[in-house]
């Protein structure tokens, strides 16, 4: 993790949660609420991250903390993301030309 250049198969969730700058037992929930973050346990029976669960966990973060989705908002996300439904930026597009096009329709009212 210190060189970006060397990437690694697994990481454990110490390595994850500083990365991502959580606790450990943000992630812990995180998995028992999102279906799609799964992470192996290796023999020992610890978790193990691959670049795959990171990066969803990285947009499990972003929606909670930077999109300011709930839990279940986010489960939504996820869930029209797996059927291939329009993305949420495709979505708010639509939603600020509708916008755009209803305040110039009251605008001519």
Do not use: C
């Not at 290796?42 to 909670?64: E, F, H, K, P």
């Not at 329009?86 to 605008?107: C, F, G, I, P």
Request: without cysteine; charged residues 35%; aromatic residues 8%.
């Amino acid at each position: 993790m210190d060189d970006p250049e060397i990437q690694k198969l697994y990481y454990s969730i110490g390595e994850v949660s500083e990365q991502l700058d959580l606790e450990p037992h943000v992630l812990r929930y995180w998995e028992s609420e999102f279906t799609v973050l799964h992470p192996r346990k290796n023999r020992a029976g610890r978790r193990v991250y691959t670049s795959d669960d990171i990066a969803i966990a990285r947009r499990i973060q972003q929606l909670l903390k930077d999109e300011k989705y709930t839990i279940a908002g986010a489960k939504q996300v996820f869930e029209r993301e797996r059927h291939g439904d329009v993305s949420d930026q495709q979505l708010r597009a639509e939603l600020k030309d509708l916008r755009s096009l209803l305040t110039q329709l009251l605008d001519q009212l």
